[in-house]
């Protein structure tokens, strides 16, 4: 444990949780949301047979997660800066885990679909603090932690589809919701006994803006819009991936489900390894410079990928190009976001709810784009990912022309 003391009055404050204990148990919250969107996902046929409808209809579920968690965000994310943190992770943990119960026992695909809505939304005020928390505990170095925090996660998404096959092998699609309530209730458990952080008992330093008026902060801070639309791009550019990757080895290159699965993998092997990387170097060179240097070389791997789907090239190329890009990608995500962060003090709750909504909401655009310039190759997803990617080195530069930075970010 370590201890933290108040800058003011130089007395002790409660104890800071051991980072071995803190950084998991944080990551292990966030990851809520990535496991109730992944982990359902191979019962959607065996749902749409138990609520006798089509599985178009099931999927709905999907969004309505998303439009959920994205309210959810920004519904919490000012009433945790005023109130405090804490208060919200035990909200949303044990909303989580009753609700997640409940889907357990439904019979109508209504109502299935309704408590989606209810369980993405009240899960939201979990993971909506923990970007604040990371702040807290790193300061300065908050990419540091980011860093970390997204090396973790990054597991969810990638063993949630084969841990809900896994438990469809043991009983039914009604098995996976329970197991997502018990895992929200033992990280409640944790969270009660063990997430003890000074700002939970420190209520003088929190916010005295109302709903609106946090928000009004978030938007009018010198500095922070074209950080923001960076991580909105870089956002997009990994939607885009997500979107398309099926489509371009499965269809485009005409790769077997095993071995998409695999490249697909490697892909988050990657985002992992940068996260390594960019966790051990960030403190050194500072979020500003880490960011522009992986735009830099991620607008070089764009551009060969874009090349060698021009030119027709067998997919190895495609999947050299799309390793290093991914790894960039990650590197420039955790920084963008941590640049943002780093300028509220009180607001940083709503500043998170603002990059989380706009996050998921513009990556949603990556679908209909895919759609809009379908050619049956490869190259509009290349092209637009290459897109975001200049779009985030033009932010980049009018951030840089707007003002002098003053603190070395």
């Not at 959607?44 to 997660?65: E, H």
């Not at 330093?205 to 500095?223: D, E, I, L, N």
């Not at 269809?251 to 490697?266: N, P, Q, R, W, Y």
Request: net charge positive; hydrophobic share 55%; proline share 4%.
């Amino acid at each position: 444990m370590n201890q933290a003391s108040d800058p003011q009055t130089s007395k002790p404050a409660i104890l800071i949780p051991n980072l071995a204990l803190l950084i998991p148990m944080l990551s292990a919250i966030v990851a809520i949301t990535p496991l109730a969107i992944d982990m359902y996902l191979p019962a959607m046929t065996t749902l749409a047979d138990s609520f006798n409808t089509s599985v178009t209809t099931v999927q709905q579920s999907l969004s309505i997660y998303l439009a959920g968690y994205g309210l959810g965000m920004l519904t919490f994310g000012p009433i945790a800066d005023r109130i405090g943190r804490r208060p919200l992770v035990i909200l949303g943990l044990s909303g989580f885990m009753l609700v997640s119960l409940a889907i357990g026992f439904v019979t109508k695909v209504e109502l299935f679909l309704g408590l989606r809505f209810v369980q993405a939304f009240i899960g939201a005020a979990a993971t909506v603090v923990v970007p604040s928390y990371i702040k807290e505990v790193y300061g300065q170095n908050t990419a540091k932690g980011m860093s970390y925090v997204s090396l973790i996660m990054m597991l969810a998404p990638l063993i949630a589809p084969s841990l809900g096959s896994l438990i469809l092998e043991l009983g039914e699609w009604h098995l996976i919701f329970f197991i997502l309530a018990s895992y929200a209730f033992i990280l409640l458990i944790l969270v009660i006994y063990r997430l003890k952080m000074p700002s939970d008992s420190q209520s003088e330093q929190r916010s005295k803006k109302s709903f609106f008026g946090a928000y009004a902060v978030v938007f009018t801070k010198p500095g922070v819009k074209l950080h923001i639309a960076s991580g909105m791009m870089t956002s997009f550019a990994f939607f885009c991936y997500l979107t398309a990757s099926p489509f371009v080895y499965m269809e485009v290159f005409g790769l077997d489900k095993s071995l998409f699965a695999i490249l697909f993998s490697t892909n988050v092997g990657a985002l992992m390894l940068a996260n390594i990387i960019n966790s051990r170097i960030v403190t050194r060179f500072g979020s500003r410079r880490m960011l522009k240097v992986a735009t830099f070389l991620a607008a070089i791997a764009g551009m060969g990928l874009l090349l060698v789907n021009l030119m027709g090239l067998d997919y190895h190329f495609t999947v050299a190009a799309l390793i290093p890009l991914m790894g960039f990608l990650g590197i420039m995500s955790v920084n963008a976001d941590a640049i943002v962060l780093m300028k509220f003090q009180q607001e940083t709750g709503t500043a998170t709810a603002v990059i989380g909504t706009l996050r998921f909401g513009f990556g949603a655009l990556a679908g209909p784009l895919l759609a809009l310039f379908y050619t049956g190759t490869a190259v509009p997803f290349s092209a637009l990912m290459l897109g975001a990617i200049c779009l985030v080195g033009l932010f980049q530069f009018l951030a840089h022309r707007a003002k002098p930075i003053l603190i070395d970010e």
